[in-house]
């Protein structure tokens, strides 16, 4: 919803191209290739968090901890 929301607001529509990776076609590319490189190529990270991760790597790291991570090791705002 807030998604939408941004696309379709006047003025934030402007300034604020959301990503959301669940839109993301199939493609060859591996699920974390696709949302980390997003993470890189934005100026603004907001993540939307919840109680529960729902998968967690042989590292016992989830995806969004992996985004996370990301995004504050490139300082991202």
Request: glycine residues 6%.
């Amino acid at each position: 919803m807030l998604c939408h929301y941004t696309r379709t607001d006047v003025l934030l529509g402007k300034f604020f191209k959301p990503f959301i990776c669940e839109e993301v076609p199939a493609n060859e590319y591996p699920t974390n290739h696709v949302y980390l490189k997003e993470v890189e190529l934005c100026d603004i990270y907001l993540g939307l968090y919840g109680n529960l991760y729902r998968y967690e790597d042989k590292e016992g790291i989830s995806p969004t901890e992996r985004e996370y991570d990301l995004a504050a090791s490139l300082h991202k705002s």
